[in-house]
């Protein structure tokens, strides 16, 4: 059952309706779990569900110890010892096909047999998400900043809650535990936001994404013949399917929540308006890297061999670098540990590096391009400076794309060399656009839709708040306007039997 599906909006109104009508609402929390196992069984299957459940119950057994083991010894050992199992789950999951294919490898080189075999197991649904949620409350107890939940149910909806079980965002529990267990009467206009929101996600991913994914194919499946322009627009189009596709997901999960009177936290904002790659960061699967941040990088930065690696350069007489050398080496673990995230590959790896080392290169050279800008006199506080800038940073963004795309270092190397030689490669148009698995309705439809999601990131960028401006229309608009979103998507999304696009990227995660 996937989230764009008939049988997900039959479930969402049977849970709303149980949720609003037939449950008291003192009681309307446990409503909410029951639809999210209700849910995880329908999509995972009972067998994954154990998985769910051994996060939940190792999470509430530490919080509940951690408190009572306050200023005594080993608690330090006991949070460490239930992390490293939830995240010893999660990696068996992501990595163990890739390590054991590395080890076998390895073995045969050395003329040996090879000893270890993939799991052969379906990865548990969401679970990253709910690892990730999960560790993020246990590390808050420990540091403080959290009460245990003492109701072990009531943990269990925080960890299992439907609507972000597979997209995300990734909640804290004080952003989300108390939204959930409040009692709520039903409010028509939270129900018409949250509703809108969520056709707006089914619109990226239906009609955008799963369009674009066509010319991705095209371009880097079977033997990568393809070169210049071709390498350039299909990694263009990659970038732009994997954030329609991605935050396509998140906004139908936010816009349930919000059908439940949940709010949750925003989980992109408009990547591509970036000045900056620390900036793109800061606007991409934001929850994830607000986690990295507060869980990695700052941890890291204040770690015993950081502060010492500082302090000898201090005393060497380099106290800048000392500074910034944590910073430099911190931000590549974080891109790398992001980016592994993904998997235990090295096109993974690479990318990673690509875009820390980027970052770093850009830390060090912005006090010379500014004292650059001011020698030529360049206005930097222009519409023209800022479109460079914007246009510079989906560049490197695309270009970083070729290690994904390509699936491999030296393929990605390749495909970077293919879009150099740009010359004499056709852009689709009309009868062209077949060559990228498109027919020219495709590619008007494409167009016109990522020319409205543009005029939306604009608005947005503006300050509009799109869903309240409608809100304060006429009733007559704002119906015209959902019924031509809702028709839009029918008629132009890509969806039906023996159509497997409606599978979300980040499922797999």
């Given amino acids: 059952m996937t989230i764009t599906s008939l049988a997900y909006i039959a479930f969402v109104a049977a849970a709303a309706i149980a949720y609003y009508l037939l449950t008291p609402r003192r009681f309307q929390w446990a409503t909410l779990l029951v639809a999210s196992l209700a849910f995880y069984l329908l999509a995972g299957g009972v067998g994954l569900l154990g998985y769910v459940a051994f996060t939940t119950t190792t999470v509430y057994a530490c919080a509940r110890l951690l408190v009572r083991a306050k200023g005594k010894p080993g608690r330090k050992a006991l949070i460490a010892a239930t992390l490293a199992g939830n995240f010893g789950v999660l990696a068996f999951f992501k990595w163990w096909g890739t390590a054991a294919a590395a080890a076998n490898a390895v073995l045969g080189a050395l003329g040996a047999a090879p000893l270890l075999a993939p799991h052969g197991l379906i990865l548990p649904l969401g679970i990253s998400f709910y690892t990730f949620q999960a560790a993020g409350y246990l590390i808050d107890v420990y540091r403080g900043s959290a009460e245990p939940e003492r109701n072990y149910a009531r943990l269990a909806l925080f960890v299992s809650f439907f609507p972000q079980l597979v997209q995300g965002p990734i909640s804290r529990h004080s952003q989300l535990a108390g939204q959930l267990y409040m009692a709520r009467a039903f409010d028509y206009g939270r129900f018409r936001m949250g509703c809108q929101l969520a056709l707006w996600g089914a619109f990226k991913k239906l009609v955008v994404a799963d369009r674009l994914i066509l010319a991705v194919d095209a371009v880097f499946g079977g033997s990568y013949g393809h070169k210049g322009a071709y390498v350039v627009i299909g990694l263009a189009a990659s970038s732009l399917q994997i954030y329609a596709d991605f935050s396509g997901g998140v906004d139908i999960a936010r816009g349930v929540a919000q059908i439940f009177g949940v709010t949750m936290p925003e989980n992109f904002r408009r990547p591509f308006f970036a000045v900056s790659l620390p900036e793109y960061w800061r606007r991409w699967h934001i929850t994830l890297q607000n986690w990295w941040r507060d869980y990695v990088y700052y941890p890291l930065a204040l770690s015993r061999p950081i502060s010492r690696l500082a302090s000898s350069l201090r005393r060497k007489g380099y106290p800048a670098l000392g500074k910034a050398a944590s910073v430099y080496l911190?931000?590549?673990?974080?891109?790398?540990?992001?980016?592994?995230?993904?998997?235990?590959?090295?096109?993974?790896?690479?990318?990673?590096?690509?875009?820390?080392?980027?970052?770093?290169?850009?830390?060090?050279?912005?006090p010379y391009l500014k004292r650059l800008a001011s020698a030529l006199r360049v206005n930097v506080g222009c519409h023209s400076w800022k479109a460079f800038q914007m246009v510079r940073t989906f560049a490197l963004v695309v270009i970083g794309r070729s290690f994904l795309c390509a699936d491999g270092f030296l393929a990605g190397l390749g495909a970077m060399g293919r879009a150099a030689a740009f010359a004499g490669a056709p852009i689709p148009i009309g009868d062209g656009a077949a060559a990228y698995g498109l027919s020219a309705m495709d590619v008007r439809i494409l167009a016109a839709s990522l020319a409205l999601m543009l005029a939306v990131g604009v608005a947005q960028e503006r300050g509009v708040k799109v869903r309240e401006w409608l809100g304060r229309q006429n009733m007559a608009f704002q119906w015209a306007v959902t019924l031509a979103a809702m028709l839009a998507t029918l008629i132009w999304g890509r969806y039906g039997y023996g159509h497997s696009g409606a599978d979300f990227v980040y499922m797999g995660f």
Avoid: T
């Fill in 330 to 366: 911190c931000v590549n673990v974080v891109r790398v540990v992001n980016a592994m995230w993904h998997g235990a590959s090295p096109k993974y790896l690479a990318y990673g590096f690509y875009h820390g080392i980027l970052i770093v290169l850009g830390m060090v050279a912005a």
